[in-house]
């Protein structure tokens, strides 16, 4: 089973992923997942392009994790790429890039 | 999209919890610093300080006070070096720990309630901390803010740990900085041993997905030395005790090497701070597990509100029942018998829930003693006893300006200079005593010193001074009443701590007001000694009921002297206004059916029963049809839903469900003298 | 008796306020049913002294204790008499708990808003000050009230005395 190059489908995420920026991140996750859904055929692998995202807190984590959690839920496999050296170090910190890989969600 | 306006209630619903804690953890501060004395402060005193200090710089932190960071953060750092006798400890350094305290103190006061922050002094504070920090550890650097964990204990070994967090749905929301407790928590552990994992509790769809609700859950496993206490405070601010779980690993999961498991088996190391605290880290007292929960005072009060309905309908079952055939519903009748004790119980134990140690207001007066008797240059010794004594906490606030003017009162002028005791051969350092006890269903709070007692002549000649009518056949208990008037002021000197007159007056006003009584003995040379008497809680009243007409009113036991039926010789008209005769006092008369314009009263007191009630100085006579029963009732707020009534102090709910006003006697006396004055007016 | 908090209810989009109606003398009024807790009989009213002979006194309500005023007599709509017929409606206004004694409650209506038309001048027993309008219901005028500003006005002496 390899997704890999199959199909491809890229998310890009920007801006300050803070609480205070919460209805605005969300709005962007909501507009980027409808326009995932509408994809034909479905990817089999969904890229999650952090390269414009200036800084991230645990609720803006949350939001990311959540997101890679609905793309695995839909039988895809989430993969950030383009991480900011400090958002990936906060993500860290925080715990959230423990499910990064998709290895763990995937058939033992 | 969630709504602002909620948030912003619950992060300063959560400010408070802080604000709360952290003046606890200033109090513990202060009651250590200044318990010391000229000793040397022993190792578990060092560490509570220094947790004191960390706990409210983690605080500041996550709620975003830095000002109280940086003032916290100079002051930990240098009781970490002391704590791990890295540099000399002085004595002079209790002081500036002290005016650390206070510094804080004030911030605290500015954040919660906008109360002016004096910036010099506490840049002044912060510098000294910094100078004594350097000056005494001159190879070390002072580290950067933030990033001071508290220095491991040396002397114990690394235990892993697995710690679980499952915070509310509200964490981010009331913005709590989460990272940075994950930072303190890595900060604790043994490098490389620190593994953080984040776990979402749901995948909700995000459709209708409120974005600021939590959905993690935390799972931390580290090794450290620091132990569980340490754990639980990096959480203190951000977990309820129920949302924070730590458990030691039995090092199945960070299995040591067999080498590393002997040495663990083999006694530890017996560093110098251990050695010199006299025992291993095994012999130190197991701290007292803390096993109680916050609650908000507001669901207490709504508890014993509830509590009070409960004996309500009870007594109207009670009443009901009794009419009764005993034979007949014997069983109705024992059960009926059996609720109201259990009702009565359940009411003492909610009650008790309120009830706080006297010591929360007795911790005060160590530093204030020792501050004013330097000042005085007096020699006092404090004691304190039965600080364990329990009282309502709305009593506690108020009661703690009053005791206040007491001690202050007792050193400036009860308490003799040395060379004053010295010449009346009496030991030169005095002693204060504060005591506190419950006897019966109130307290009972005494401040006494041994210094030389009131002085009877002088009292009388001061009265005389202020224009209060005086005779030499008072007798020497009268002579102490007229402490308590207005205006009256003994000391020889007028002092900058006592001041002119303001003293047992307001004193004694603001006890009545609390339902309490305060009574002074003084004996020449020996001493003098004020005792206050307090209900033991504000939220149920001892009372008298009494009808007038068709109405019913409560008097508080509190107030009353006695009451009695006048003969109609003891009933005088004294310059227009109607007094009774009393064992050679005249008393004017309150009539409360006239006071409150009721119909179809008793209007001739020789036929209705006339009240003695003390009120503040005075003594007045309270006119009312006939005396009804004698009852606990529970106090309930009137003005919540409505104006003040004036007269009332507040209302309570009668066995027949009906609402009775409990009279307040000062107002009830200044509305007679408005009354007296607008008839004169008018005639 | 008590009655849900069923306010506003979504009819085409729309927006219907409802009102609970109740006579004084021979006028119709209407309060915003949002502000109601709940309606009870005339009973065991505790009398307050030195207040106006409108403000009958408090009552108990489950443990909270709460003013009666009696808007027949503010109003002068009539005979005030109480009997088991008479009506008491609790409100919550102003975060206060207040009850008012009416002639009766008639009914609960829904209003569209362009129904509303402002309150003229004169021409109805209460002040205007406290009328947020006029609707026609079924033919029948409705005064509706504003019951904060009327029960937060120093005239009615509730929140606090007028002297």
Known sequence: MSPEKEHLFTLHLEGEWRIEQAPDLLQQVAGGWSALLKAAPPPACVEIDLAKVREIDACGGQLLALLQEQVRLRGMTPRLSAVPPTVRERLALLGYLDGETGGEGGEP | MSAKEPDS????RFNQAFFEECAEHLAEMERILVSLGDREPDR???????RAAHSIKGGAGIFGFDDMTVVTHALESLLDLLRNREIPYRTSMVDLFLEAGDAISMQLAGHRDGKAVDRQAVEAVTAKLEQALLRESSPRELPAAGVTAPAPPPSLQPIPYRVIFSPPADLFARGVRIEGLIEELSELAEPGSFRCRAELTGIPPFDGLDPERCLTRWHFTLTTPAGEDAIHDVFMFAAEEHELEVIRLAGEEVSPSPAIAAALAAPPPVTTAAR????????RPAAEPDNSIRVKTGKVDQLINQVGELLITQSMLSQMSATLDPVLHERLLACVLQLERNARDLQGSVISMRLVPISTVFNRFPRMVREIAAKLGKNVELKLVGEGTELDRGLIEKIADPLSHLVRNALDHGMESPEERAAAGK??????????SQVG?????????????????????????SGIPVSETLTDEEVCQLIFLPGFSTAAQVTDLSGRGVGMDVVQRNVLALGGRIQLSSEPGKGTSVTISLPLTLA????LSVSVGEERFIVPVSVMIESLQPSPDQLKMVNGREVVRVRGDYLPILRLHQLFAIDGAVERPERGILMLVAVETERVALLVDALVDELQVVVKSVEANFRHVEGSAGATILGDGKVALILDLSELVLMQRRSIAEAAQAA | MEIGNTATTLTGGQHLSEYLTFRLGNENYGIDILKVQEIRGYDSVTRIANTPDFIKGVINLRGVIVPIVDLRIKFATGEATYHQFTVVIIMNVLSRVVGIVVDGVSDVVALPPESVKPAPELGSTLD???LSGLADHHGEMLVLVDIEKLIGSDELQVVKTSH
């Open chain 2, 540 to 543: 149920i009243v001892d009372g």
């Open chain 2, 44 to 50: 578990d005193q060092w560490d509570a300080v220094f």
């Open chain 3, 128 to 130: 205007t000050r406290y």
């Open chain 2, 9 to 12: 209630n619950d992060l300063s």
């Open chain 2, 276 to 283: 010199e605290r006299g025992d291993g880290p095994g012999a």
């Open chain 2, 427 to 436: 030991p030169a350092t005095g002693t204060l005593t504060l005591a506190a």
């Open chain 2, 441 to 465: 269903g109130r307290i009972l709070i005494q401040v006494s010193e041994d210094g030389r007692g009131l002085d009877r002549e002088r009292i009388l000649a001061k009265a005389a001074q």
